[in-house]
């Protein structure tokens, strides 16, 4: 079977249409364009802000003028990453889908993210807004810019934009699942200037390397016993006897990514070099045994290297490894009530120790805290606001996204599993995620919304083994369309 053989042949002519205009986050100025003027061809109503979402109203069906308004909401960019090889250029190149070589009933891309994550939703509110077979009270559709490094375009939502009572988000990323709830984030980010001197003559300089382990998204996997590869860096310097100077130092580069790998210039004084080197080695064999199942690849290099111009003196480096091991991060809280769910959790996404000529090494963070409860939240994010204002660190906060706190008694989610038991024969499994979602966004301007995540079946969403579940898609189309029509 061929891409184009699929069924249902709308939704998957309007998703490979999508493929084919370049959408990744921050540049989604053609596809909201084209958005707005296929509404504007379909006779809708359709107005774009001044950030670029789209918002495009239907009226209701013959019949269903008394019911109350829905919103369809989908974010319209897509996550740009590209496997080595691929030469693909996500400012003008096509997403090129194709079926699953050994597994034709997942569709992914060539070599790149497919942007199924959330490309499914937007050619599902295509679908509704070119069919008028279907039956539905008063629609509105909301297309969102840049959900995926930001939510900016979620956040530029006034309170007086939509009129619609029940939203149903189409980002959930599971067909047997629903979602009603998800963690509330804040970016947390710290610039410290830390003092520097001309390197001691005659030490040597080695590189140390944390590499190998697994890593991760920060709303999904930190609760998986991984390790961190800064954090680990630090607690092998923090053992190391004696004095050492670090030079810089880089770990992670992404706030919801938790970093595989982190490496370090350390200069040590003459013959202490074999003491030192054996003290880490010792520390990473803990290591291991602590990680074992978890991060079976970890493994730790120490290669001799040239010297820095310039390094913090011994005294502020074993300060700054402490600093680093103060701040909270990882897995904090577990929910009490719902199993295995996380509640609260840090991660340092960014860390960053750079040499920029004399007299300037600076420090650099980048935390990413989230929880159910706004609360803790707060709370971990002042603990490290504190922390690194005591040691001198200006701090600022990029992000502060509220929870969207579960409400299992909605209206809304009591049709929709009853209507998910009609069609499939089985309640879909209710959940809460520790990620985010927009909806925690819209929550504080529209209090009074019932709101709902659903979506089709994706597998690896931001990597380029981001796949779809064709079966999952038919299925998700098909339950929308019985939802919309029954929601009253
Ligand atoms: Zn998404």
């Not at 200037?193 to 390397?209: A, Y």
């Not at 070099?273 to 730790?300: C, H, K, M, V």
């Not at 420090?363 to 971990?380: A, N, P, Q």
């Not at 995540?453 to 369309?481: C, K, Y």
Request: overall charge negative; glycine content about 8%.
């Amino acid at each position: 079977m061929n891409p184009e053989q699929l069924e249902p042949k709308n939704l998957w002519k309007n998703f490979f249409a999508l493929c084919a205009i370049p959408h990744p986050s921050h540049h989604e100025a053609a596809l909201s364009s084209w958005l707005h003027q296929q509404a504007k061809a379909l006779g809708l109503d359709s107005r774009q802000d001044i950030v670029g979402n789209v918002i495009v109203r239907k009226p209701a069906s013959p019949g269903f003028a008394n019911r109350p308004g829905i919103i369809l909401q989908a974010h319209m960019d897509m996550v740009p990453q590209a496997r080595s090889d691929s030469g693909h250029n996500f400012a003008k190149d096509p997403i090129q889908p194709r079926l699953h070589p050994d597994k034709p009933e997942w569709l992914m891309a060539s070599g790149t993210t497919l942007g199924a994550d959330d490309g499914i939703g937007v050619a599902a509110m295509l679908c509704f807004m070119e069919d008028n077979t279907l039956e539905h009270g008063p629609l509105e559709f909301l297309f969102t810019v840049n959900e995926e490094d930001g939510m900016t375009g979620a956040m530029a939502i006034s309170s007086t934009a939509l009129h619609g009572k029940y939203l149903l988000n189409l980002d959930w990323e599971d067909m047997d699942e629903f979602s009603i709830g998800c963690g509330g984030t804040i970016r947390t980010q710290a610039i410290l200037h830390l003092h520097s001197l001309p390197v001691e003559e005659g030490w040597q300089w080695f590189t140390v390397r944390v590499e190998g382990l697994v890593g991760g998204h920060s709303g999904i996997d930190i609760n998986r016993g991984r390790g961190h590869a800064g954090n680990l860096l630090c607690r092998l310097l923090e053992v190391a006897p004696g004095d050492y100077t670090i030079g810089d130092m880089a770990s992670g580069d992404a706030a919801s990514a938790i970093p595989r790998e982190a490496e370090a210039r350390v200069g040590v004084p003459p013959f202490e070099t074999a003491a030192w080197q054996q003290a880490l080695r010792l520390e990473a064999q803990y290591i291991a045994g602590e990680l074992d199942d978890s991060d079976p690849g970890f493994n730790l290099v120490i290669q001799p290297t040239d010297a820095p111009a310039q390094a913090i003196d011994a005294e502020e480096s074993r300060m700054f490894v402490n600093l680093i091991q103060s701040l909270p991060n990882g897995l904090l809280a577990m929910e009490t009530d719902i199993a295995n769910a996380v509640r609260t959790s840090s991660n340092l996404g960014i860390l960053k120790l750079s040499n920029e000529g004399p007299g300037a090494i600076f420090l650099e963070t980048l935390c990413m805290v989230r929880s159910s409860s706004d609360i803790e939240k707060e709370g971990v994010a002042n603990e490290i606001d504190d922390i690194l204002f005591k040691a001198g660190a200006t701090t600022k906060r990029t992000v502060n996204s509220p929870a969207w706190t579960p409400e299992p008694r909605s209206a809304l989610l009591a049709t929709a599993s009853h209507c998910y038991q009609n069609i499939f024969g089985k309640l879909p499994v209710i959940t809460a995620t520790h990620a985010a979602l927009e909806c925690s966004l819209f929550r504080p301007v529209y209090p009074h919304w019932e709101m709902l995540s659903i979506g089709p079946t994706i597998r690896n969403p931001h990597s380029p083994d981001e796949m779809v579940s064709v079966e999952s898609v038919a299925q998700f189309w098909h339950f929308l369309v019985a939802l919309v029509k029954e929601i009253r």
